[in-house]
Structure formats: C-alpha cells, structure tokens
C-alpha cells in the first residue's frame, strides 16, 4: 500500500471474487496508510500550510454489509468521526452531499467538517460513503444469504477517519491565546503530557 491516494479501494479488493456468509456480515475493517494526492485546484494561497497538502496519514474504515445492514453502518461510521471531533471541543457540521455533487458511485454521502476560524473556512475532515453494490459488483463481492440458495451482492461503505493536517489546524485556531500558546483539549493531554502549548 505505497503511493496511494487513499486505502479504500485496496480494503475493497480484499475480498474479491470470494463469497461471504451472511452471519459474517457486517464486516468491519480499517487501514492506517500514507497518503499522496495532487488534488484539482491545488494552487494559490491553500498550497502551503495544514490546509491543502500533498502528503498525509490517514486511517480509513470500511465495511461490507447487506443491503439491509448498510443504512445502520453507513451512520454507525459517521457517529464514529463525529464523536472523535466532538471529543476534541471543535465546531462542527455534518453535510449531507446532495445527488448533484455525488460521484457515479456513490448512494450517499455525508461530511464532516470542522471550523477553522482563523481561516474562517469550513474545513473537510471526514468523508463517508455508502456506495451501495457499485463498488462490490466491480469487485465480485458477494455473500451467501443465511437458509437461501444461491448469492447476493454485498453493499460497500467507508469513511476517513480524520484528516489530521486539517483537524490540528481547527485545534491551534481554535485553542490559541492572547500569548500564542495553545490550550490543548482534555481528552488529548494523557498523550501530549501537558495541558498548553
């Protein structure tokens, strides 16, 4: 997983071509990998600093489900992004992406994002997507349904679990003082070993 611009479509392929079992389902897993992308629109003043960069680590889950599980697990990942923010004092949003602004893949979609006020700008931390069998005829994967015969396809759904560059950016913004230090939130400092900055 080298030179990758994000670990969903290795995580996807996992399976490919294989038959699950329904009772396996859902199936959850994640992946912690660098991240390289020379996003569209990447010039001007957004090019330098934690905002807009080039290179980054990333934690991405994802999941297979049923087409009856996937709605539950598709808001089971967004609670999971939206409670790690929420932890770290941050204003946020939840957007749900309307069908004009989705991808051909995509069923549904909703991000987070964060508020920098410095920046005055909503910046984007997590992304989740449900892509409802698109991914996973692509991929062939499928699940054997519990007392039936023959196969379905499964539902694929993942999320970013933070964009950390972005989320350390809302949190100097947001917690820096008069003096220039920066308050750091409590659920932070057992592993920073200090309450400021």
């Not at 996003?39 to 960069?53: H, I, M, Q």
Request: glycine share 6%.
């Amino acid at each position: 997983l080298w030179a990758i611009p994000t670990a969903e479509v290795p995580l996807t392929s996992l399976a490919s071509g294989e038959i699950l079992d329904e009772a396996d389902l859902p199936m959850r897993m994640m992946a912690y990998t660098p991240c390289y992308r020379r996003e569209a629109g990447a010039a001007g003043r957004d090019t330098r600093g934690l905002l807009r960069v080039h290179e980054f680590d990333k934690v991405e889950i994802l999941a297979y489900a049923t087409p009856e599980q996937a709605p539950s697990i598709h808001t089971e990942i967004l609670e999971r992004a939206e409670a790690a923010v929420a932890e770290l004092g941050l204003a946020y949003r939840i957007v749900d992406i309307c069908t004009g602004d989705l991808g051909q893949a995509h069923h549904r979609s909703w991000d987070v994002e964060v508020y920098a006020p410095g920046a005055d700008q909503w910046l984007e931390v997590s992304s989740v997507s449900w892509y409802s069998d698109y991914q996973a005829r692509r991929a062939n994967l499928r699940y054997r349904p519990t007392g039936e015969k023959g196969t379905r396809i499964l539902h694929t759904l993942n999320g970013s679990a933070l964009a950390v560059p972005r989320v350390w950016a809302a949190l100097v913004e947001t917690y820096r003082q008069p003096d220039g230090s920066v308050v750091i939130p409590e659920v932070l400092r057992p592993y920073l070993g200090r309450d400021v900055l």
